[in-house]
């Protein structure tokens, strides 16, 4: 779909349509403005230029050895500091919600299809950077801390600044200035996502545990593989974007927080992750 402001366009759609009839386009361009998309914005709080590494834990609830692997994740991090992000996906039939987890549904649209996508079916699997290697993008949680050891090394071609903020209307707005530091020569997408931590519910360890806490949960009403540069990008263009997120009822918002990560769109490998804090 050509992502292009209705406002922006509107004069020259008035003049074109004197000339051209409506059936001659397509319904997928159509000139309507991106769902998620927004001209409010709100500061920018977080403008760190460190290469970062996405880790993303494909867990759930009926996963026994989920916890272990959480565990290891919780420890790189201590050992990493902002330099790893954290992400867990609740996905498959291990994250299912039943009478046993009071019906707890931690799954969301995009993490299903992440899980099918990336092949993390069998829990607990990771990605670090969504980097394929040997024919495979998962990584056993025992293999994490060699992984990121080595892609925090991978060439710093960008950096994301970010701030988040609730606005009047109850909606997350995040603003996002994405900085070239060098050039590339593939489309990049960008999906920005809200992590809630502190999450209480049933984990099947043995026996069960009926008050564990699930951090960097990703919830639902993400922007997820959004356009961000369609042709090639030059060393020091900076590509400014806002989104707003729907809030949902069931967030504790002083747990939230805000991570937006940019992918290859060729190859789906993570060039840069950042994350903010809610203000």
């Not at 549904?105 to 699997?125: I, M, Q, S």
């Not at 747990?255 to 940019?262: E, G, I, P, T």
Request: hydrophobic share 45%; with cysteine.
């Amino acid at each position: 779909m050509k992502r292009i402001f209705y406002l922006a366009f509107a004069a020259v759609f008035a003049l074109s349509a004197l000339f051209i009839s409506c059936d001659n386009f397509n319904k997928d361009e159509l000139l309507i403005g991106v769902v998620g998309e927004t001209l409010e914005s709100s500061p920018i709080t977080n403008t760190a230029s460190v290469q970062r590494v996405l880790l993303e834990d494909y867990t759930g609830w009926r996963c026994n050895n989920c916890p272990e692997a959480a565990v290891v994740a919780e420890d790189l991090k201590v050992q990493y500091g902002n330099v790893l992000v954290l992400m867990s996906v609740h996905a498959t039939a291990f994250a299912q919600p039943l009478a046993l987890n009071n019906f707890l549904d931690l799954r969301t649209e995009y993490g299903e299809r992440w899980a099918k996508e990336f092949d993390a079916n069998a829990l607990p699997a990771g990605l670090v950077n969504r980097v394929k290697e040997n024919g495979a993008f998962k990584i056993a949680y025992e293999d994490w801390a060699a992984k990121v050891a080595q892609r925090k090394n991978r060439p710093h071609v960008l950096d994301i600044n970010l701030g988040a903020s609730v606005n009047q209307d109850n909606k997350i707005i995040v603003s996002t200035e994405n900085i070239f530091l060098q050039s590339v020569d593939f489309p990049t997408l960008i999906n920005v996502l809200v992590l809630e931590s502190d999450i209480r519910g049933v984990q099947l360890t043995n026996p069960p545990t009926p008050d564990y806490q699930f951090n960097n949960v990703v919830r639902t009403n993400g922007r997820v593989d959004f356009a961000l540069t369609t042709e090639p990008a030059r060393a020091g263009e900076t590509i400014s974007k806002n989104y707003f997120i729907n809030i949902s009822q069931d967030w504790n918002l002083a747990n939230c927080k805000v991570v937006v990560f940019v992918t290859n769109a060729n190859t789906k490998e993570v060039i840069q992750v950042n994350e903010v804090d809610l203000q």
